[in-house]
């Protein structure tokens, strides 16, 4: 969810298979901690992630501690502007890049995509 919008995005298969990996480790970590959830992100011991604490920032917090523990350069929104540069580079319409990050304007959309000068450069080559 995005501003209290649900968004439904595809998932390439190799981002598929992980999860689906994932969620087999998942079974075997709640048999063996009897715990019932049918969450995707859960802790070490089989108890979801999200509680009456922490809703949707549980996975934002723990992607955070995960990088500051291990030196990368990563954070949730990093991510999402990951994601819009490669679907530009993809050729995805920008309009439909901004419904999938739940954007209310293209000009939001367009803030999100990063790329270098020299990317810029061998682009418009293209054109010339």
């Not at 540069?85 to 304007?105: D, E, F, M």
């Amino acid at each position: 969810m995005k501003n209290g919008q649900i968004l439904k995005i595809p998932l390439e298969d190799e981002l598929l298979m992980l999860l689906e990996h994932l969620i087999r480790q998942n079974h075997e970590v709640r048999k063996r901690y009897k715990e019932k959830n049918d969450y995707v992100f859960i802790t070490k011991s089989g108890k979801p992630t999200l509680n009456d604490y922490s809703h949707n920032n549980a996975i934002s917090k723990r992607i955070n501690a995960y990088s500051k523990k291990y030196g990368l350069s990563i954070s949730p929104h990093k991510i999402r502007r990951l994601y819009a540069t490669n679907l530009v580079r993809k050729k995805v319409p920008l309009a439909i890049i901004s419904k999938a990050l739940g954007h209310s304007s293209y000009e939001v959309t367009q803030r999100y995509i990063e790329m270098d000068v020299d990317e810029v450069a061998d682009t418009l080559r293209k054109y010339l």
